[in-house]
T-cell receptor, first 113, second 110 residues
Framework: EAGVAQSPRYKIIEKRQSVAFWCNPI?????LYWYQQILGQGPKLLIQ????????DSQLPKDRFSAERLKGVDSTLKIQPAKLEDSAVYLC???????????FGQGTRLTVV | KQEVTQIPAALSVPEGENLVLNCSFT??????LQWFRQDPGKGLTSLLL?????REQTSGRLNASLDKSSGRSTLYIAASQPGDSATYLC?????????FGTGTSLTVIP
């Protein structure tokens, strides 16, 4: 069974630039999550989708972050414009349904300089 | 808001030793608890999932227990190996999301 795919693995951008991350969840998984993990901390949920609808985006900085999952399969997370404090690993995860076992991708390490 | 705490933050043990990692959480109304392993620069690998109605789960040398009433879970690793060196994270599922601890960084010395 293929796992959660994320790209790119690494990205370095200057502050005020934009960046986009892509995630393809495990086939058949209805729930998709985007997490932000700052060095030395546990992952923090940014947004959760159930199929193509948003379930929870309460911790998403909506002035600069956006995410979509238009066809209920893969998803993109965008940051525009980036700030230095956005430097982190962005993790995508998926699960068969809400509150079931979550499987994570390798993450995208973003460095904002 | 759910708070998840993992103690200790770091642990170093000689190879072959049995060890216990601790996870505590403040809100006992959880759906489940999941233990993950994270290698440097990598994503999270799911180790064990314990449903709220279960007391423990086992996979190979790993055993995880859950005591909802006291808000605690432990991950027991038997006969530790250098390959077990990683950061171990616990996450509790409540409401719509998982709440993560900050992890325990484990080093197993050959």
């Amino acid at each position: 069974e293929a796992g959660v795919a994320q790209s790119p693995r690494y990205k370095i951008i200057e502050k005020r630039q934009s960046v986009a991350f892509w995630c393809n969840p495990i086939s058949g998984h209805a729930t998709l999550y985007w997490y932000q993990q700052i060095l030395g901390q546990g992952p923090k949920l940014l947004i959760q989708f159930q199929n193509n609808g948003v379930v929870d985006d309460s911790q998403l900085p909506k002035d600069r972050f956006s995410a979509e999952r238009l066809k209920g399969v893969d998803s993109t997370l965008k940051i525009q414009p980036a700030k230095l404090e956005d430097s982190a690993v962005y993790l995508c995860a998926s699960s068969w349904a809400r509150n079931t076992e979550a499987f994570f991708g390798q993450g995208t390490r973003l460095t904002v300089v | 808001k759910q708070e998840v705490t993992q103690i200790p933050a770091a642990l170093s043990v000689p190879e072959g030793e049995n060890l216990v990692l601790n996870c505590s959480f403040t809100d006992s109304a959880i759906y489940n608890l999941q233990w993950f392993r994270q290698d440097p620069g990598k994503g999270l690998t799911s180790l064990l999932l314990i449903q709220s109605s279960q007391r423990e789960q086992t996979s190979g040398r790993l055993n995880a227990s859950l005591d909802k009433s006291s808000g605690r879970s432990t991950l027991y690793i038997a006969a530790s190996q250098p390959g077990d060196s990683a950061t171990y994270l616990c996450a509790v599922s409540i409401g719509n999301q998982f709440y993560f601890g900050t992890g325990t960084s484990l080093t197993v010395i050959p």
